[in-house]
């Protein structure tokens, strides 16, 4: 395995040069760990302006920006490590949160939250509260999976800058954002209470490769070449600080069609029908998939908006492979019952 330490601490440029890791070859998988300054990263399904609080956000200087994978928006500053894992990619992989996110469990344990678990869909848990959330993407055969790790965010600021679903909340039994999520380091062993993030950082990729000094590991460190760094500026101009790829276009829609599933997550279709016939549909959600629900979107228009119609259509693809876990009849109840 390789690891990569970015020396950016700004989100939409360690996105985009995951994103560029991504696309290419490597003989061993990848682990990334990235910190960054204040942030808003939301799903690559979500619709930005119902996931934010837009004045909180310009006021305070909260980058804002949308990452490649599906789930939901998250806030990350200085107290926070994402990592992320790149490697090859078969089918079954894609879902399967536990495998990528064991390692970083046992390491946790390792630095004395011996009570960390996985829980639900993509989360790390302790004391019931959620420290890290995990997403996925993949492309042509890889993938990356990666996470956040609060080590000491600034909790206070969750609840302003994020507008989280009534319904999300409700699902965890909580009453708030703020009751839901947890800094880790409290729970951590004496030894590593006074860790910073680039120590704790470290810790954690010291315990992955199980050697007592990362310079046991320095030929394992990725180096990139200055026309790499000049191909992750292009993909941070052209992607992630360009508001059409932030913000996207939200249609005008006359219905709107929602539920959560409890393996999936929300999905929310926004449907404009036209003398019977889908106009104009998009989907919107903290859910995954392996294919983007915009191609599904783009299937049903012009289709009667009638139950027998869309079973046609959908009989033609999986809808798994567009909202992970999710049934074929699941889909068609949605948008139709």
Known sequence: MLYYLMPSRDIRRNLATEQYLLDQDFDEPLVLFYIQEPCIIIGRNQNALEEID???????????????SGGGAVYDDLGNVSFSFVTKAGREDFGNFKAFTQPILQAIHELGATDATVSGRNDLMIDGKKFSGNAMYKKRGKLFSHGTLMLDVDLDVLPQALHVAKDKIESKGTKSV?????????????????????????????????????EQITEKQLVLKKEEEEAIDDLVATIYANDEWIYGEAPPYTLQRRRRYPSVGIIDARLKVVKGKIDALTFYGDYFG???????????????????PLQKVLDTIQADDYFTHLSNEELLDLLVD
């Open 290 to 308: 392996q294919k983007d629900s915009q191609e599904l979107a783009e299937k049903l228009l012009g289709i009667d908006y009638q139950r027998q």
């Open 54 to 68: 837009q004045r909180f956000v310009r006021e305070n200087n909260i980058t804002l920006t949308r990452r490649l």
């Open 178 to 214: 703020r009751s839901h999520v947890t800094n880790l380091r409290p729970y951590l062993a004496p030894a590593y209470q006074n860790l910073t993030t680039e120590e704790f950082r470290d810790e954690l990729l010291k315990r992955l490769f199980d050697v007592d000094d990362l």
